[in-house]
């Protein structure tokens, strides 16, 4: 199998409606139709004969899953890594797991994932951490976030206070931009300190390479970027770390015969990994992780610059210009304060989604409403100029 074109040719092998114009990938993913068909393929043999299925044939399919993804990531060992097959944030399996005791400081950043953030917050109500948060207003350069963290970790150790762990996002979700997580992992491993990496966004967006990131935590999700059914997690677990992490909910995690690391194993749906083969073959036939990456970064640049001159407005980029990937945030036209972010959230998705078939993630940042737009290979700039029209529209009517 070999597809040579990009754009809207591919829309039909995806499970999208014909009228709907898709630029909120980010938020759900999507996964070809063959896709689909493959994982009803291996439930339906979960039911066809039961206790021979999920002992010895189906062990061997999802070992060979997690050699496939350690690959794509660079991991030496699979066993390093572990194929979740939850619904709720992997950062906040890693965080429930970890031992912290209670002098241990965290630091995360105010763009922090709201999951991720709720349930740091939990944790030092319950007096297991105290958090330091550093407060990022986009857009901002990679060299002002690395300074601030920087300066924070220097500042707890002036004060003769340790500081355990910091969470760090190689994706921000809202807006939609690039951190420096790479920098960012470096330089706390020089103070010693853990590293956790929320890489939501990163798998099939960018390159991940765990040898030379090196991170202690890595968590990304399959479904969002990667074409895999919801919901799919990976979590990698570095050496010098395992230690740290115990009973989890793990598929593949370690030797499949270690019972204490594997619960319920017969009673979860794990079809979702046994699809990697066949998604990581159809990139492949796309022209790989480069032609993509490539495709969907250029379209999302072309894209928000056609959005951002029909509005009126801009993008959002840095002096560095590092932030766009296949995400690009563009201002919208309206005050600050036309509705409070809850009411504005309904309205405009409501309006977006059933008066104009269209839905992208609108956003409250840094006193200015914004949209961020997903670049997909079955996207073109004719979706752009939809969304265009579309968030015009939309725009004057909450306006009037």
Request: proline letters at 4%; one cysteine or more; glycine letters at 4%.
């Amino acid at each position: 199998m070999t597809i040579s074109t990009f754009g809207r040719g591919l829309r039909s092998q995806f499970l999208l409606e014909p009228e709907y114009i898709p630029l909120n990938h980010a938020s759900f993913g999507s996964y070809p139709r063959f896709i689909l068909q493959l994982r009803v393929d291996y439930q339906s043999r979960v039911n066809q004969y039961p206790n021979r299925w999920d002992h010895p044939e189906v062990i061997s399919l999802l070992q060979d899953s997690r050699k496939r993804i350690a690959n794509f990531i660079h991991c030496k060992d699979p066993k390093d890594i572990a194929l979740v097959p939850i619904a709720v944030s992997g950062v906040t399996t890693v965080l429930q797991e970890f031992p912290f005791d209670r002098r241990d400081k965290v630091i995360y950043f105010s763009t922090t994932s709201t999951s991720t953030s709720h349930f740091l917050k939990h944790l030092e109500r319950r007096g297991q951490i105290e958090l330091i948060e550093i407060d990022l207003h986009y857009p901002t350069s990679n060299a002002m976030i690395i300074k601030a963290l920087r300066m924070t970790i220097e500042s707890h150790i002036q004060k003769g206070s340790k500081v355990c762990m910091v969470v760090i996002d190689a994706f921000i979700s809202q807006p939609g931009v690039r951190f420096p997580f790479e920098a960012a992992v470096s330089l706390v491993k020089k103070y010693g300190i853990l590293s956790l990496v929320d890489g939501t966004h990163a798998l099939g967006q960018i390159p991940i390479n765990m040898e030379s990131l090196d991170p202690d935590f890595f968590v990304s999700d399959l479904h969002n970027w990667l074409y895999l059914p919801r919901a799919s997690l990976v979590i990698y677990v570095s050496k010098r770390a395992q230690n740290h992490i115990h009973g989890f909910p793990f598929i593949c995690c370690h030797d499949m015969q270690r019972k204490p690391m594997v619960l319920d194993f017969e009673m979860m749906d794990y079809s979702m990994f046994l699809c990697v083969g066949a998604a990581l073959k159809f990139r492949k036939a796309l022209g790989g992780e480069k032609a993509i990456q490539r495709y969907c970064h250029t379209l999302a640049i072309q894209g928000g610059a056609l959005v951002a001159k029909v509005l009126g407005t801009e993008v959002m980029e840095n002096d560095e210009e590092t932030l766009i990937a296949n995400m690009v945030n563009v201002r919208l036209p309206l005050a600050s304060d036309i509705l409070n972010e809850a009411e504005m959230e309904s309205e405009f998705a409501h309006k977006m989604v059933y008066e104009r078939h269209c839905l992208v993630s609108g956003f409250k940042h840094n006193n200015a409403w914004w949209v961020r737009l997903s670049a997909q290979i079955y996207n073109d700039l004719d979706d752009f100029r939809g969304a265009a029209k579309a968030l015009s529209a939309v725009c004057r009517d909450l306006s009037e």
